[in-house]
């Protein structure tokens, strides 16, 4: 059984910025942290994936829309944690941010309770 707990999400600025976490716990989960990502669920729509480590480790971004540049995702391999930095944060950005595996090659886990971020001026 695996959980993800992401935390560091608020209430900004415009312009602002926020580190974002998600600890991994559980035992045998069959994928590292070098196999997740980072989505978000803004008001009223679907989920959408943000950013991710490609299959050779390369972090990778959405570009709809456009994160790159502004959010950058890493991870500690030792602590089982993914990092998403976000900076100059747009009124766009709001929504529920979660973690789970990303790729055709890992099955979506259970869904953590996520971590809001409300960008509004």
């Known amino acids: 059984q695996v959980q993800f707990v992401e935390s560091g999400g608020g209430l900004v600025q415009p312009g602002g910025s926020l580190r974002l976490s998600c600890v991994v716990s559980?035992?045998?989960?069959?994928?590292?942290?070098?196999?997740m990502g980072w989505y978000r669920q803004p008001p009223g729509k679907q989920r959408e994936w943000v950013a991710a480590f490609s299959e050779t480790g390369t972090p990778i971004y959405t570009r709809s829309p456009p994160v790159r540049g502004r959010f950058f995702i890493s991870r500690d391999n030792a602590k089982n944690t993914v990092y998403l930095q976000m900076n100059n944060l747009k009124v766009e950005d709001t929504g529920v941010y979660y973690c789970?595996?990303?790729?055709?090659?890992?099955?979506?886990?259970?869904w953590g309770q996520g971590t809001q971020v409300t960008v509004s001026s």
């Open positions: 789970n595996t990303f790729g055709a090659n890992f099955a979506r886990r259970d």
């Open positions: 559980g035992s045998n989960f069959g994928f590292t942290v070098s196999d």
